[in-house]
């Protein structure tokens, strides 16, 4: 991946290691000697590879990108934090559907919708006229001392949608996730929380107790009180077990583990949950995992929080993921695609629960007017073109032709899916990660321009705009078949 001011290395476990910049240096100076004399474009790649920190193999993607993106890289590299990382060179510069053109003018398929947020699809006529009309009008107001009338029409809808009488709005998915963990400690009095292995909720320190997906993403943090517990992840089950016969005893853990030697119920808030855990490798559990997790809140009178940054929004078929499983959580949490592109998150409850009073939480930006029109607009256009249904259908579809690769591609270890999250694991031949593989894999699509995106410790995600079309979808798998065989070789 492309790392600003360091180098990875990828182990078996798929975490991320530091090596010496040293190291590069070594590299290119090898590489020059090899053809003394030359300014070759060998040579300038591995000019632009000491500017951009890339290594080893990484480099020839260089071959890919213009100069003009180079430069664009370079100065991003050099000026803005070195804690993100990106797993190819793309510059984005224009989009319409489910197709980004680079500045260079080239064409990509987006597999996977900027990080399932473009749900609408980018350029999305409706939802432009909306900010536009808007844009003339005000752009902020301050909606967290003031009244608009955009923040309500979409809280209106928002009920409609999901059945929640009251709406809480922030910016993002990790603000959603603090505001639930505020709503959950100010409505039980009590301070711990519970949640799961391989679960991603967010970055900042609450969310980030919750969060257990990578231990680097924690290392150095403090952390709000959280015991965790296994995930429903039949393809790698911590007990060994098979499915159905194991009576879903890792959502049995709750009662039979945390509640009796980690954290009394009666000192636990809530239990945080993914409908399907996206960053951890879009695992999907069987129906009965949640209804067994909805049942055990119950029982102990523990709220129940869904986070729902990533699976709502018509992403697996109907408006919220929990409803493919017929379980409803007190708090659902909502981020990504609700803005239609821009940032805008938000939290939904009951009236009964989110009752506190003014002056406990708030935000400045939470519910600005450009992304509740946005937002409005985004669900009112796939509501209308009825989106759950089309959702599962080519979603059923690609993990029909996905599952057809698995037969020739022998490193394709799992297939997962819900509507248009859909998860492909790629192991080794002992059915153990393959993260090089992996990565290798999503290389190669780039150069084939199509967008794909790593999650888990070995797992490739598609997650298109939910707009894509049948001739985008197949040309799509398309490319990814190619893919599979370069990374073959």
């Known amino acids: ?271 945080f949950v993914e409908p399907v855990q996206g960053e951890g490798g879009y695992i999907v559990p069987p129906p009965e995992f949640h209804r067994e997790v909805r049942r055990i809140c119950t029982d102990n009178e523990v709220l129940l929080v869904a986070d729902e940054v990533q699976t709502g929004c018509f992403r697996t078929g109907p408006f919220l993921a929990m409803e493919n499983f017929g379980v409803r959580a007190e708090i659902s949490c909502l981020a990504k695609a609700l803005g239609g592109g821009l940032p805008m998150g938000a939290i939904l409850a009951d009236r009964e629960l989110m009752d506190w009073p003014p002056g406990v939480h708030s935000n400045t930006f939470g519910g600005n007017l450009l992304a509740s029109v946005a937002s409005l607009a985004s669900l009112e256009f796939l509501e209308k073109k009825n989106t759950k249904t089309r959702v599962k259908e080519i979603g059923s579809y690609i993990r029909q032709c996905l599952g057809e690769l698995q037969e020739n591609f022998p490193c394709i270890g799992d297939v997962r899916g819900l509507g248009l999250m859909i998860g492909v694991e790629i192991t080794k031949p002992n059915k153990s990660i393959d993260p090089a593989k992996r990565d290798k894999i999503l290389k190669e699509a780039f150069k084939e321009r199509i967008l794909l995106l790593p999650c888990g410790d070995s797992v490739i995600r598609f997650s298109p705009p939910l707009v894509i079309t049948d001739e985008e979808i197949d040309l799509g798998l398309e490319k990814f078949q190619k893919a599979l065989k370069k990374a073959s070789i």
Not at 42 to 61: M, N, P, S, T, V
């Open 1 to 271: 991946m492309i790392q600003r001011n360091e180098i990875r290395e990828l182990g078996e476990t798929g975490e991320e290691c530091i090596l010496a910049q040293g190291k590069t240096k070594e590299f290119e100076k090898t590489q020059r000697m090899e053809k003394p004399g030359k300014n070759t474009s060998q040579d300038k790649r591995q000019d632009a590879a000491h500017d951009l920190d890339f290594y080893g193999e990484e480099i020839e993607l260089l071959d890919f990108v213009s100069l003009k993106a180079r430069e664009i890289i370079e100065q991003d590299c050099k000026i803005t934090s070195a804690c993100a990382a990106r797993p190819y060179p793309l510059v984005m510069d224009s989009a319409k559907g489910s197709i980004i053109r680079d500045v260079d003018g080239r064409e990509y398929l987006d597999l996977v919708a900027g990080v399932a947020v473009m749900n609408a699809g980018y350029s999305n006529p409706e939802v432009k006229t909306s900010i536009s009309a808007q844009l003339e009008k005000v752009i902020h107001c301050g909606y967290g001392d003031f009244f608009a009338e955009p923040p309500v029409k979409l809280a209106k809808k928002l009920e409609e949608l999901s059945g929640y009488s009251k709406v809480f709005y922030c910016n993002s998915g990790t603000e959603a996730v603090e505001a639930a963990i505020k709503l959950a400690f100010w409505k039980t009095k009590r301070q711990g929380l519970i949640s799961f292995y391989n679960g991603f909720h967010g970055r900042t320190l609450g969310s980030l107790s919750l969060t257990c997906s990578k231990a680097r993403q924690k290392e150095h943090f403090p952390a709000i009180r959280t015991a965790h517990s296994h995930y429903a992840y039949c393809y790698r089950c911590p007990y060994k077990f098979e499915y159905p016969s194991c009576g879903i005893e890792c959502a049995k853990e709750l009662e039979n583990l945390i509640f009796r030697r980690e954290l009394s119920p009666k000192d636990t808030a809530a239990v």
